[in-house]
């Protein structure tokens, strides 16, 4: 396993290169001609590389290569398409190092998380191999006699995959390995701010037999690739990972030609405390669920609901844990939590800093930007924590993507959910219970797509991933719920 040494030696020893887009099996100059170039995001002094600024033309070529495709890939036998998908998890695996560096050092998040993001992606990519084998049907009784009744799946055919710049290299084998698996073809547009991951994969790809045009990579701004991307009347599925803001208007336009949607947005998650064995236990894992990434998770804890008899003793174990979280670059061994993203996104979460204090929350902990020595070239900032927050108050209700937790204390559990559900988003709830009625009182009463009962939001290589409310809608990805977006039904019947 890499250790923050090999990155450091990795960032000496770089030299900024040019990527194109990957189309039809080649690299391609975007046809525009423009390039930008991305940044360390833990010292934006350090340039990465170059990549194209892909206009309309370059989108219209990978769609073509994407359509091409799928009439050979979406034939070629479910176990053969299996068989490569687990050669791209081994790649992914070999190359783990070297994609954690690139991860690490395009989004800023520490070497650690991003080795268990590839290690994730890796992961999620065996379980979608399998899903190659198990595209099913199903056989029905006929209502005449010699009369066979069945239906069968098939490919949907090219997908449009569209990623935010939070998890560069999970979010685009999420998409990319199931559309695989069940026989599609796919254009792919990363975000803006973290293209390298994605250019990196698409090597390793065609290293493990991906043929030309089975995956295509466009990069480029969401309104000049993105919109014409959605809007292209060959592309049958847009898989969209982002802004709910975004994702209504990306479902609006794939209304108008009845394309099919999967789209996850974003959370306001909450985690209700009404009883626990060990409160430093229940205070660690709300507080990496929230500071992870920097708290630029869809599924982070932002909101800590507490019933009043627990409250104080809560409070002082958050206070302790996020006091020893240590924010540094990413290659920093002592590190427990990197820069955000950029400066822009470190506004916005500054923004809603001084929203909070403004509406009257007590700032307990936290919230400063670090400036001055190894934070002088990146978006530092400690994370916050507030008390005495309103259940209505903006810091409340609308997602920061930041390391910001608020804490609400309640009277009973009918408060607590209540307060939960109170939200515009429906992603992943929590709630920490020694009690079997209360949990699953709890299950049944929350308004999200997932439910955590004592236990982090951390979820599975192989179960069903997705909201409700505005954080999402369409099939579930990570888990079989994907053969419901990647294919469509055909019923078959056959007389003898
Ligand atoms: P975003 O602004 O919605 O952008 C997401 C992607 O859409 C980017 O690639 C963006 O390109 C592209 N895009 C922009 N305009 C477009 C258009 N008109 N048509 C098509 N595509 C367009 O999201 P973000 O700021 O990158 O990420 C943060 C958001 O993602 C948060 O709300 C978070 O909750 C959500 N998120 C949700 C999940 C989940 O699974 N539920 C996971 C991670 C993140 P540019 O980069 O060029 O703008
Ligand atoms: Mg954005």
């Known amino acids: 396993m890499a250790t923050a040494k090999d990155m450091q030696h990795f960032l000496k020893e770089l030299t900024c290169v040019k990527y194109g887009n990957f189309i039809d099996g080649k690299w391609k100059e975007g046809s525009a001609g423009e390039t930008y170039t991305v940044y360390n995001a833990s010292n ?12 309309k033309e370059d989108v219209e070529m990978a769609v073509s290569a994407a359509n091409k495709a799928f009439k050979s890939w979406s034939q070629l036998p479910g176990p053969e398409r299996g068989a490569i998908l687990y050669k791209i998890a081994d790649l992914l695996e070999a190359n783990a ?63 449009a995959a569209i990623a935010p710049w939070n998890f560069p290299m999970v979010t685009p084998m999420r998409k990319i390995a199931p559309a695989l ?23 390793l790809l065609a290293e493990a037999g991906v043929p030309d045009g089975v995956v295509n990579l466009v990069i480029g701004s969401g309104s000049e690739v993105g919109d014409c991307l959605v809007q292209h009347p060959a592309v049958k599925g847009i898989s969209f990972t982002g802004s ?62 507490v019933i009043k008899e627990k409250k104080a003793e809560l409070l002082a174990a958050l206070l302790k844990k996020i006091k020893q979280i240590r924010v540094g670059p990413s290659w920093e061994e002592e590190a427990t939590i990197g820069p955000l993203v950029n400066q822009n996104h470190l506004k916005t979460v500054q923004k809603y800093i001084e929203i909070g204090k403004r509406e009257g929350a007590a700032l307990l902990y936290g919230g400063e930007i670090l400036t001055g020595g190894k934070f002088e070239s990146g978006a530092y900032m400690t994370p916050a924590l507030f008390d005495n927050v309103h259940p209505s108050m903006q810091i409340a209700q609308e997602e920061i993507f930041g390391p910001v937790i608020t804490v609400t204390e309640v009277e009973t559990l009918e408060e607590a959910l209540a307060v939960a559900n109170n939200v515009d988003y429906g992603l992943a709830a929590v709630i920490f219970t020694r009690d079997l009625a209360t949990a699953y009182k709890y299950v049944e009463k929350i308004d999200s ?48």
């Open 44 to 55: 934006q002094t350090q340039a990465l590389a170059e990549f194209p600024r892909s206009n």
């Open 244 to 305: 709910t803001a975004l994702g209504i208007k990306i479902n609006e336009m794939a209304a108008r030609k009845l394309a099919k949607t999967q789209l996850e947005l974003g959370g306001k998650n909450p985690a209700v405390v009404i009883d626990y064995d060990n409160v430093k236990e229940v205070a660690n894992q709300i507080v990496e669920a929230a500071c992870t990434c920097s708290g630029q998770r869809c599924t982070s804890i932002s909101r800590v609901i």
């Open 449 to 496: 797509g997932m439910v955590h009962i004592n236990h982090g939001t951390a979820s599975a290589a192989h179960l069903p991933f997705g909201g409700t409310k505005n954080s999402g809608t369409g099939a579930f990805s990570i888990g079989h719920s994907n053969l419901d977006f990647f294919t469509d039904l055909k019923t078959v019947y056959v007389g003898y």
């Open 97 to 159: 190092d070297e994609l954690a560096f690139i991860v690490s050092a395009e989004q800023g998040k520490i070497l650690k998380e991003s080795i268990g993001e590839v290690l994730r992606a890796a992961k999620e990519t065996r379980f979608s191999a399998g899903e190659a084998f198990r595209m099913e049907g199903q056989t029905l009784p006929a209502e005449r006699g010699n009369v066979w009744n069945s239906t069968v799946r098939e490919p949907i055919g090219v997908i």
């Open 181 to 203: 698996a069940y026989g599609c073809t796919v254009v792919y547009k990363p975000a803006t701010a973290t293209p390298w991951t994605s250019a990196r994969i698409m090597g």
